[in-house]
């Protein structure tokens, strides 16, 4: 239809051309001559004498472009072809002003496409771009294309043949790491201030280097939550690294990448980078699935601060984010809003996953008369499981335990007069009947809460510097928590449990001087005490067997290096590295034993840890043979050089007779010692004589 | 035991230095009067007035009867050890760093700064002929042009002298003809101290790259790392046992803006053939300066930053402790 208007423009005008240029024809009448004299060569082409009025000759290609196609729209009869209207123009308009519009129709009903076109070029790339999917409900989402790309259509050859399929990329075992006869784990060591990367396995004596790649990131690295793959950070993007040789296994491109997160499945990544967003062009955060390496979508930041701003459910089904006073739940693989709409909460300040269910919790604060609440919602369902109202409440923080047994709110309340604080832990016992709330009262704020893995048992440091204190609490069937122990005046400010419970570290980070505390929770008693002065982090290895402590050098210029303790404390391995900045272990998959042959095994450990213990005991034997083989040889070395040292220096005794004439060299002993009594002043002590 | 502190000094120490027979301690601080100690209880014999500067360095001879110090008041000085007189005074244009009698006593060395627009120089005299203290003309100079020497000894016998540089290199300088024999690179920072074993075949080097070593006399090969985490400022030899000691810390620039923790102020230990700390001795507030054992192995002294000079007897479980191997 486009093409018609333009073409009778192009008609019109060029009759007027004509007219222009024929003008001497109706100037006959015209006594004055303007005719071309006899033999004139017209050496003026047209360009040069109204270039700029022919640039503006329109073309029949002309508004090609501003025109769209829009496929799937409903198929109403007359009757209903205004309301129809109404809706397209409602949702097109938003892009540009609608010059023209054209509904099909066949047997007085439209035939389920249309055509649109706009002012410009602009508005129509807009309009294909963001209104393509657009779900008008749920059987017509509408396939927006640009009119012009029907002459690709046109320009179909007619032996057309599938693409050919791509030869599939064997990229090796990328669980190979998993192999290790003796079920060692790799860890990533950043140093030279971050401009080397090198792998190692920890083995019970020194750790073996792996791979060794100067320069392998930008900033710094980090292994996918299971552990298969390793991230790089560069100025184009992120790299994916794993395998046997850690070879390069995906990239995506987003420039100025600063931030990852992996799905919990590791199938999605998500990035950030600080480049600026349009409505139309969302560009700071993209999500990409791993294994193709293709963006799934994109999202504007807004003005988030915290990161990751996606939080995934579990298992990676869902990912939310808090928007506009909204949680809005995207679901996988469409990566669509669920139920297309967000879920309103108003001021909603904060919201987690259940780590174990796809159940998510949130908390709004107080606001005037209504109290604040905590609720527990099911997803995708949205059923309300259990909603507890707080009063007087100055701020909440949430703790799930990681298999979702138990969610506790921690709450700072005011007290009446609003001048102090006092604090609450609210306990949901999430696996059983209607989620009883368990409530404790605690006198001293809390700056640290963890969890027992798998557990029933979380940790607690509270109270002020120096009287700090670190609590064990265990929850029970029937909605009742107790307090297990209190330990006093602890120089600590952070919780580490081992990855499979029973044990745990207090550590003292940052301005606390490095202290580290290995309690065991069966005993619920201290095991160890140990120091890493300055340490900035500590980490379990993904099995419990090992501790890492390290001084980054991000947090400071002097001692930097890691440690590595045994889960009991004891201080295995020091490696003082210069510029040393970041320790990571590589995590490992879930196991693939079920609950019965877990309980079996740890049933029958008797009979493994003999064969464990003799394995070490070899490999102990083995490094300390070594090293006392190693220091013998040294001394043997040493000692054959001192005696050839020493044969040279007697050589040379009658020269240093010489140059002291004839005294005793200093070798020989003086006999004539002279007596001299020294006095001492040993200790003072004052006694009233009666 | 517990070590006794010699509070004498009014500011930092910059060199300590036991007697041959180990009874006298000498030491050489910022404050301008260097004192004599008995290394046995720690009392104070008497100081050298004289010097109107800094003392950098103290030497005395075999005999122990003449003592030289040399001083930022561009002056190296000779005194009587008993009296305390000065016996003689060479002028120089900067700053002596180093100074050090030969092995017969009757030669001394030392070294200037490179400042004020001199360059650095070896000087040697022999303080046996008045003419040479007198009137400042040594019987050899060497011009050192690029590193100045930051600290100096002489090799077995007298024949050179081994010199650590600023920028880490090592090197031995004849005594005679004032060539430079052989140069090693030996560490990648200032060399802060030399000090020989006791028969002068061995030397260890202390350096601001953090590490001191140990390296043969005659073919300066190198033999021995001692790693640490901070600036070494002083090492040791003992006689005794295949010990090392290195004393250092943070630079003193930095100390005002850290704890004492943080600068490991602490004179530590290691073995001289395994390379391995075997302990550690904390007291001082500041970095240690010089750090020495006494000859014969049963104590150590280490002067500090913070201008004590702690006297330091080993306990019998220092004797009892066998190093496994």
């Not at chain 2, 490179?114 to 000087?123: L, P, R, T, V």
Request: proline share 4%; glycine share 8%.
């Amino acid at each position: 239809m486009a093409n018609e208007i333009t073409d009778e423009n192009n008609q019109n005008l060029s009759e007027e051309e004509t007219k222009e240029i024929n003008g001497n024809e109706d100037g006959e009448e015209d006594e004055s001559q303007f005719d071309d004299p006899e033999g004139f060569v017209d050496t003026i082409s047209d360009k040069d004498l109204l270039g700029d009025v022919l640039a503006k000759r329109p073309s029949p290609e002309d508004g090609i472009d501003s025109l769209i196609v829009v496929d799937n729209v409903p198929v109403v009869g007359q009757d209903r072809l205004d309301k129809l209207k109404n809706v397209i123009k409602k949702v097109f308009s938003k892009f540009g002003k609608i010059v023209n519009e054209f509904y099909p129709e066949e047997n007085g009903k439209t035939k389920g496409y249309i055509f649109i076109e706009y002012a410009n070029e602009k508005d129509a790339a807009q309009a294909v771009k963001i209104a393509n999917g657009y779900k008008l409900d749920k059987h017509h989402i509408f396939i927006v294309n640009p009119f012009s790309s029907f002459d690709c259509m046109l320009d179909l050859e007619e032996d057309w043949s599938p693409p050919e399929k791509e030869p599939y990329e064997d990229k090796g075992n990328l669980h190979s790491w998993l192999l290790d006869a003796d079920c060692n784990d790799q860890y990533s060591v950043i140093h030279g201030g971050g401009e080397k990367v090198d792998i190692y396995l920890n083995t019970s004596t020194e750790p073996v280097l792996l791979k060794e790649r100067p320069g392998w990131t930008e900033t710094y690295v980090t292994w996918s939550p299971q552990g298969t793959y390793l991230a790089t950070f560069h100025k184009q993007g992120i790299a994916l690294w794993g395998g046997d040789e850690f070879s390069r296994i995906g990239k995506f491109g987003h420039q100025g990448v600063q931030m990852i997160d992996f799905s919990p499945c590791e199938r999605y990544i998500v990035t950030f980078s600080p480049l600026p967003d349009t409505p139309s062009d969302p560009q700071s955060i993209i999500i990409w699935d791993v294994r193709t390496g293709a963006k799934k979508r994109a999202f504007q930041c807004g003005n988030v601060a915290r990161w990751p701003v996606f939080k995934w459910s579990h298992k990676g089904e869902y990912f939310a984010r808090i928007r506009d006073e909204a949680i809005s739940i995207y679901e996988i693989p469409s990566f669509g809003l669920l139920d297309k709409k967000s879920i309103k909460v108003p001021s909603i300040s904060d919201f987690a996953w259940s780590p174990g269910d796809n159940v998510i919790s949130y908390w709004l604060p107080e606001i005037k008369d209504t109290p604040a609440r905590v609720t527990i919602m099911a997803v995708p369902g949205r059923e309300e499981l259990r909603v507890k109202n707080l009063f007087n409440v100055a701020t909440c923080k949430m703790y799930w335990q990681n298999k979702g047994d138990y969610l506790c709110v921690v709450v700072d309340r005011y007290t009446k007069s609003k001048k102090a604080l006092h604090y609450n832990m609210e306990i949901f016992h999430l696996r059983e009947k209607q989620i009883p709330v368990d409530t404790l009262e605690l006198k001293e704020a809390v700056s640290a809460f963890a969890w027992e893995p798998q557990g029933d048992t979380f940790a607690i440091i509270h109270g002020e510097s120096p009287k700090i204190s670190a609590s064990f609490y265990r929850c029970q069937k029937g909605g009742h928590t107790t307090l297990l122990k209190t330990f006093e005046k602890k120089q600590v400010n952070n919780i580490f449990w081992a990855p499979r419970g029973q044990f745990c570290v207090l550590a003292g980070l940052r301005g606390m001087n490095g202290t580290m505390e290995f309690y065991d929770l069966n005993e619920v008693a201290l095991m160890n005490v140990g120091e890493h002065f300055t340490a900035t982090d500590v980490e379990w290895d993904p099995s419990g067997r090992y501790v890492s402590t390290s001084v980054s050098w991000w947090a400071q210029k002097v001692d930097n290096g890691y440690n590595i303790w045994s889960f009991q404390g004891k201080l295995l391995q020091r490696h003082s590295i210069n510029q040393f900045c970041q320790m990571l272990w590589r995590p490992r998959p879930q196991t693939l034993l079920s609950d019965d042959q877990v309980t079996k095994i740890k049933s029958e450990i008797k009979k493994y840890q003999k064969m464990f213990e003799n394995k070490d005991r070899m490999s102990q034997k083995k490094a300390s043979k070594e090293l006392i083989e190693k220091r013998r040889s040294m001394m043997r070395e040493f000692l054959e050089y001192r005696d050839r040292k020493k044969r040279e220096f007697q050589e040379q005794e009658d020269q240093r007779h010489e140059l002291r004439k004839g005294f005793e060299d200093l070798q020989e002993e003086v006999d004539d010692f002279e007596e001299e009594s020294v006095e001492f002043f040993i200790k003072e002590e004052q006694s009233i004589v009666e | 035991m517990r070590p006794i502190a010699l509070h004498g000094h009014e500011r930092s120490i910059t060199h300590i230095k036991y007697s041959r027979d180990g009874d006298l301690l000498f030491s050489s601080a910022k404050d301008s009067s260097p004192s004599v100690w008995y290394s046995i209880n720690g009392e104070r014999l008497g100081t050298y007035k004289g010097h109107g500067g800094a003392v950098w360095c103290i030497d005395v001879d075999w005999t122990t009867t003449k003592v030289i110090t040399g001083s930022a008041d561009n002056s190296l000085r000779l005194w009587d050890t008993e009296t305390g007189t000065q016996l003689g005074k060479f002028d120089t244009r900067s700053a002596v760093r180093t100074c050090a009698f030969s092995y017969c006593g009757n030669r001394i060395m030392f070294s200037t700064d490179k400042q004020m627009g001199h360059a650095c120089e070896i000087f040697f005299c022999d303080i046996r002929d008045s003419a040479q203290m007198g009137h400042n003309s040594s019987y050899l100079s060497i011009p050192v042009d690029g590193p100045k020497v930051t600290s100096a000894i002489w090799g077995p016998l007298d024949y050179y002298i081994i010199a650590g540089h600023e920028n880490g290199t090592v090197c031995q300088w004849d005594s005679k003809s004032g060539q430079r024999l052989l140069n090693v690179e030996g560490h990648t920072k200032a060399v802060n101290d030399i000090q020989p074993y006791h028969d002068t075949t061995m030397f260890v080097t202390a350096s601001k790259d953090t590490t001191a070593k140990l390296f043969d006399s005659d073919s300066l090969e190198h033999l021995k790392t001692y790693k640490t985490e901070r600036p070494v400022n002083s090492a040791s030899l003992s006689s005794l046992k295949h010990h090392v000691v290195l004393g250092g810390g943070q630079e003193a620039m930095d100390v005002t803006t850290t704890s004492t923790r943080i600068g490991k102020f602490d004179a530590r230990f290691f073995h001289m053939v395994f390379e391995e700390e075997i302990g550690r001795v904390k007291g001082h507030f500041g970095p240690i300066n010089s750090v020495t054992f006494h000859p014969d192995g049963k104590s150590y002294s280490s002067g500090g930053e913070d201008g004590y000079v702690r006297l330091h007897q080993f306990d019998p479980s220092y004797f009892e402790y066998e190093f496994e191997y």
